[in-house]
T-cell receptor
């Protein structure tokens, strides 16, 4: 069974901390994505990557960065966490850009206090 | 940019009832996808639609790709308690193949 694994289900961090959210997929997928999910706002794309060492900004990249050093791993970095970054973060991957759905991880619920 | 309008935002139904939800847009899409998110989990793909007019079923779920390519609906027949969750539509844009998500329909089933 194919899997996208997010390293933490729940995280609590302090304002100003640097936060790393890790995502690993075992499907040899080219494409990986980071979304945040907030009530009433649905899924909003933060960053995505179509290849190793490649990254592109999504719709809401401010306050975030990403790293993709290996094909299977895509990390989301909050350089200086703020309370408005409290959210559910979802990682996803896909095999190609056309005609394929995404496989999502179970999510990381991040609370910044 | 392109947006999807998903409705209703939430639904409260009795077990056994049929459910219908839809997504509309002012722009066309190449692919329509429907996902379900169980509480505390990530979304899981239910149905993918690739052609205008296509009607596809997956068990009690039926979805259609609108003829105009600007809308899609999802029906659930004879709802059961495990149908509870958030249903997302998503469309793949023809310009850059990006996938855009609707805001979701939260389904509640009353005992």
């Amino acid at each position: 069974d194919v899997k996208v694994t997010q390293s933490s289900r729940y995280l609590v961090k302090r304002t100003g901390e640097k936060v790393f959210l890790e995502c690993v997929q075992d499907m040899d997928h080219e494409n990986m994505f980071w979304y945040r999910q907030d009530p009433g706002l649905g899924l909003r794309l933060i960053y995505f990557s179509y290849d190793v060492k490649m990254k592109e900004k999504g719709d809401i990249p401010e306050g975030y960065s990403v790293s993709r050093e290996k094909k299977e791993r895509f990390s989301l970095i909050l350089e200086s966490a703020s309370t408005n970054q409290t959210s559910m973060y979802l990682c996803a991957s896909s095999v190609d850009r056309v005609d394929s759905g995404y496989t999502f991880g179970s999510g990381t619920r991040l609370t910044v206090v | 940019g392109q947006q999807l309008n998903q409705s209703p935002q939430s639904m409260f139904i009795q077990e056994g009832e049929d459910v219908s939800m839809n997504c509309t847009s002012s722009s066309i899409f190449n692919t329509w996808l429907w996902y379900k998110q169980d509480p505390g989990e990530g979304p899981v793909l239910l149905i993918a639609l690739y052609k205008a007019g296509e009607l596809t079923s997956n068990g009690r779920l039926t979805a259609q790709f609108g003829i105009t390519r600007k809308d899609s609906f999802l029906n659930i027949s004879a709802s059961i308690p495990s149908d509870v969750g958030i249903y997302f539509c998503a469309g793949q844009t023809p310009r850059d193949d990006k996938i855009i998500f609707g805001k979701g329909t939260r389904l509640h089933i009353l005992p």
